[in-house]
């Protein structure tokens, strides 16, 4: 992250940074310019971008290729090994091969700087044109014409588009070698027959290489000849990844017999190791350093998780006991309504109490009244009062229950005188009661 800096540390948004991010994720690729560039080719579209290089890594084309200019590769011109061999019939060497050889070079520079002004002023028009061709089958066709022509006994050929190869050299941390094919070339078709048919060589390339070769008459081919800057014929450029960048450390331009080539080859190989295994302990170390990030960011999910867990239940509790409280309050709410309900009509029900007759009359009926509190009330009723009158009486005294029912002592049985009985209310004679009685009141709500 310390390389993104500030917005990205590349002028981007914070929404195109998290999608360098994500696309760096998704494909491997370390170097956050790269992944910028794809990003910006294909107008910041994760998917597609992210499509393409799965694509390129499967060896097939790209159906989103919208550019035809040569993959970024570079020179180490100052440490590169360098082996030139002028053409056997002669022509290369001398003053007017050196002349050739300086007109060819200066072409090359002229063409590819103008190729990159057309480029650079074309995008800057917004004119960016599909190719006309399909890079991969150019290759294809190679190939097969090769094998044609010559035999099949050659190193094995990557089937695919050179930015593809360079791509795959970069993941899979391997040299890559490029061969250009100049059908017109003196030396060509003896390179091809007795150096590239060599076992020896096919044996050590195949071990040592990925091996991309290209007709220069091709349109993948010019552009592998711009990026190269190749100016002689057969040619072969040496590639490695080094500082992140996939760079040309040989050049061997010219014949070589097969020992030559081989001998070539391994020096090349030999200097140049060490940046493999320099990028391979990196690559180990982020790596290792990811699975590190990602174990830690497990156990910190695993926490937060834990954490929202306690959370959610101790939030669920709360809850819980906030509905019970409500519960509580509302049923202490109802049974003070009820209450309040009761003793209302507690003093209604006063005047639903006839007078107390004399105790002379003669049909005056004392009856004694237990409640359970152990309290005693007496009161005298007439014969023909009726049995609500009875309830009536038990229900205004202020220490008789809210919920009750009346019971004779012997024979027990509970005297029908709660007034939702009034159609088959009975008078205190016909419930058997006479002079005097003594009733029980028994608590409904204990």
């Not at 941390?173 to 060509?188: P, S």
């Not at 156990?299 to 019970?324: C, G, H, T, W």
């Not at 519960?327 to 639903?352: D, F, G, M, P």
């Not at 027990?412 to 006479?434: D, I, S, Y």
Request: charged share 30%.
């Amino acid at each position: 992250m310390d390389f993104l800096g500030d917005n990205g540390g590349l002028g981007l948004t914070t929404e195109q940074t998290e999608k360098v991010l994500q696309f760096q994720d998704l494909t491997g690729i370390e170097d956050m310019t790269i992944c910028r560039d794809v990003l910006q080719r294909h107008q910041w579209n994760l998917e597609v971008a992210v499509q393409e290089q799965l694509n390129i890594r499967e060896g097939r084309p790209s159906v989103y290729a919208s550019e035809s200019r040569p993959p970024a590769v570079v020179s180490d011109h100052l440490g590169q090994h360098f082996y030139y061999a002028p053409p056997t019939d002669g022509s290369g060497s001398g003053v007017s091969g050196a002349i050739k050889s300086v007109f060819s070079f200066m072409w090359n520079m002229c063409y590819s700087t103008l190729i990159t002004f057309l480029q650079i002023g074309r995008r800057l028009l917004g004119l960016e044109f599909r190719p006309r061709t399909d890079p991969t089958q150019e290759v294809m066709d190679f190939i097969r014409s090769y094998e044609e022509k010559y035999s099949r006994d050659h190193p094995v050929f990557y089937q695919g588009t050179f930015s593809q190869v360079l791509n795959d050299a970069k993941r899979e941390l391997r040299f890559l070698l490029v061969y250009l094919h100049n059908a017109d070339a003196i030396d060509t078709d003896t390179f091809c027959r007795e150096t590239l048919s060599n076992p020896d060589v096919v044996r050590f390339i195949n071990q040592t290489f990925l091996f991309w070769g290209c007709s220069i008459n091709s349109e993948e081919g010019r552009r592998t000849v711009h990026a190269t800057k190749s100016n002689h014929y057969p040619f072969l450029a040496v590639l490695v990844l080094k500082e992140n960048r996939m760079t040309i450390v040989g050049r061997l331009e010219g014949f070589s017999d097969p020992g030559l080539l081989v001998q070539r080859l391994s020096s090349v190989i030999n200097e140049y190791e060490i940046n493999l295994v320099s990028a391979r302990a990196d690559r180990f170390e982020a790596s290792l350093n990811r699975s590190l990030r990602s174990q830690q960011d497990e156990a910190f999910l695993e926490s937060l998780r834990a954490d929202q867990e306690k959370e959610r239940r101790r939030e669920e509790q709360r809850l819980a006991e906030e509905a019970k409280q409500r519960r509580l309050e509302e049923e202490a709410r109802a049974e003070e309504e009820r209450r309040q309900t009761i003793a209302q009509e507690k003093i209604n029900s006063v005047y639903k109490v006839p007078d107390e007759p004399e105790a002379s009359h003669p049909d005056a009926v004392h009856v004694v009244f237990k409640l359970p509190c152990g309290s005693r009330l007496e009161r005298r009723f007439l014969k023909t009062h009726s049995l609500e009158s009875v309830f009536f009486f038990v229900f205004c005294h202020p220490k008789a229950p809210d919920s009750f029912e009346i019971t004779t002592n012997f024979p027990k049985r509970v005297l029908k005188c709660q007034p939702e009985n009034a159609e088959f209310m009975e008078t205190l004679e016909q419930a058997g009661l006479k002079n005097r009685e003594v009733l029980f009141i028994n608590d409904l709500d204990a």
